[in-house]
């Protein structure tokens, strides 16, 4: 199976800013990677398809990147709507492996 | 609009089962992959199971494997998972999951969550 890291596992954050978060799997995924937005008591939402597609409807302050085995999201100028849990998640083969998860909150 | 509605969940003893049930509605359910994916209570996310449009792929985390077994009806747009000989580590949020191909596999990105349905297996 292939393993997914994230880092950090946590991060707090002032509205405005902007923020990293990194990715990693444990073999080469080209730019299968995908990245969802779970906030409390809500079910996780994709952000972002095929390592840098933005869903439709996604604002653009969000950006993916990386291929291979190195992926990062970029959250442009972060919002109070933006604080939440953010996994990454291979779909290269299967099982679908996920990240164990990011959470950002308010600094 | 895409709704996804689970049934189901509930509190079972340690070796029984459970049949999971997901409404599905919104979209063409037949040209879709259809998956389960878990959330420990706390904790992140993980690939329960997965069959293809036409319930001619389908796989299973190793977790489960042997012990859960998924199935869908198109004809009712609907997707379910059967559970049995429950362990206390399957106590979870279940959420049913529209993917984002035809078939299970590379490629696929879970488009679409319903709410959930929590399972808590405890004596």
């Known amino acids: 199976d292939i393993q997914m890291t994230q880092s950090p596992s946590s991060l707090s954050a002032s509205i405005g800013d902007r923020v990293t978060i990194t990715c990693r799997a444990s073999?080469?995924?080209?730019?299968?990677l995908n990245w969802y937005q779970q906030k409390p008591g809500k079910a996780p939402q994709l952000l972002i398809y095929a390592a840098s597609s933005l869903l439709s409807g996604v604002p653009s302050r969000f950006s993916g990147s990386g291929s291979g085995t190195d992926f990062s999201l970029t959250i442009f100028s972060i919002q109070p709507e933006d604080f939440a849990t953010y996994y990454c998640q291979q779909s290269s083969s299967s099982p679908l492996t996920f990240g164990p998860g990011t959470k950002v909150d308010i600094k | 609009e895409v709704q996804l509605v689970e049934s189901g969940g509930g509190l079972v003893q340690p070796g029984r089962s459970l049949r999971l049930s997901c409404a599905a509605s919104?979209?063409?359910?037949?040209?879709?992959?259809m998956y389960w994916v878990r959330q420990l209570p706390g904790k992140g996310l993980e690939w329960v199971s997965g069959?293809?449009?036409?319930?001619?792929?389908?796989g299973y985390a190793d977790s489960v494997q042997g012990r859960f077994t998924i199935s869908r009806d198109n004809a009712k747009n609907s997707l379910y998972l059967e559970m049995k000989n429950l362990r206390a580590e399957d106590t979870a949020l279940y959420y049913c999951v529209k993917g984002s191909r035809l078939s299970t596999g590379a490629e696929n990105w879970f488009d679409r969550w319903g709410q959930g349905t929590l399972v808590t297996v405890s004596s």
């Open positions: 919104g979209f063409s359910f037949d040209n879709y992959a």
């Open positions: 073999q080469s995924i080209s730019t299968s």
């Open positions: 069959i293809s449009w036409n319930s001619g792929g389908i």
